[in-house]
């Protein structure tokens, strides 16, 4: 019984991105996932393209929402202060707050594609 138990868990868990967001959002937090979670604060590279990752997502109509964000954080073990960051930019983005990105280049044209694809 509690074999089954914890095979329930694992495939939950391991489907879990396919069952409870769209597809882009999955893959825009895919990207987020891929940095240094695990530090309080983004780097600047890094703040960069989480910044124009909500930014495009907005532009694409389907913004990235807070609970999407901590729901993948506290799946993947973040850190507290990085997971903080990424809501309140993309909260930020979804109501329309001016954001400055300084280094928008690090959003990448491949990273841009991959998102539309899935729209």
Same mark, same amino acid.
């Given at each position: 019984?509690?074999?089954?138990?914890?095979?329930?868990?694992?495939?939950?868990?391991?489907? @879990? $991105?396919?069952?409870?967001?769209?597809? =882009?959002?999955?893959? !825009?937090? +895919?990207?987020?996932?891929?940095? #240094?979670?695990?530090?309080?604060?983004?780097?600047?590279?890094?703040?960069?393209?989480?910044?124009?990752? @909500? $930014?495009?997502?907005?532009?694409?109509? =389907?913004?990235?929402? !807070?609970? +999407?964000?901590?729901?993948?954080? #506290?799946?993947?073990?973040?850190?507290?202060?990085?997971?903080?960051?990424?809501?309140?930019?993309?909260?930020?983005?979804?109501?329309?707050?001016?954001? =400055?990105?300084?280094?928008?280049?690090?959003?990448?044209?491949?990273?841009?594609?991959?998102?539309?694809?899935?729209?």
């Amino acid at each position: 019984m509690q074999i089954k138990v914890i095979y329930s868990l694992i495939d939950n868990m391991v489907n @879990f $991105k396919d069952k409870n967001m769209p597809a =882009v959002i999955d893959k !825009a937090l +895919d990207f987020i996932g891929a940095m #240094d979670v695990s530090a309080p604060t983004p780097s600047s590279m890094n703040e960069s393209t989480a910044k124009g990752i @909500f $930014k495009y997502l907005k532009e694409l109509g =389907v913004p990235a929402s !807070a609970a +999407d964000i901590t729901t993948r954080a #506290d799946l993947e073990g973040w850190n507290p202060g990085f997971t903080e960051k990424m809501v309140g930019w993309a909260k930020k983005m979804e109501s329309g707050e001016r954001i =400055v990105i300084k280094n928008p280049e690090y959003f990448s044209t491949y990273m841009q594609e991959e998102l539309k694809a899935l729209v």
